[in-house]
């Protein structure tokens, strides 16, 4: 499907299950998913159209999703490490690439 031009910003997806789902379909969309980090070891989706992350229930920025991690994970250096890694990676990728 192409989902260009939609305002996925207000969406409520917090209780979607996107482990299986396919985007890669989807032009103009543009994403990073990376499973099996954190303490759930779940999905985490980066849409950079849109600058939202979904992780869990959490629906936020990036600054947003930064901030809760350190918060929830000040105590875990193995979860923070992880996501802090992946938040690197995403920062990179917007830095070397224009994504809208």
């Not at 789902?21 to 980066?46: H, P, V």
């Not at 979904?54 to 105590?75: P, S, Y």
């Not at 802090?84 to 224009?98: N, S």
């Amino acid at each position: 499907s192409d989902l260009r031009g939609s305002d996925l910003r207000y969406s409520n997806l917090s209780y979607s299950n996107l482990r299986d789902s396919d985007l890669s379909g989807s032009k103009g969309l543009k994403f990073i998913q990376i499973s099996g980090i954190g303490s759930a070891n779940r999905q985490t989706t980066y849409l950079f159209n849109y600058d939202i992350v979904f992780c869990g229930c959490f629906k936020g920025t990036l600054v947003e999703f930064e901030e809760e991690v350190r918060k929830t994970h000040v105590k875990n250096i193995q979860y923070l490490t992880e996501y802090l890694g992946l938040l690197k990676y995403i920062k990179k990728l917007k830095e070397i690439k224009q994504w809208t």
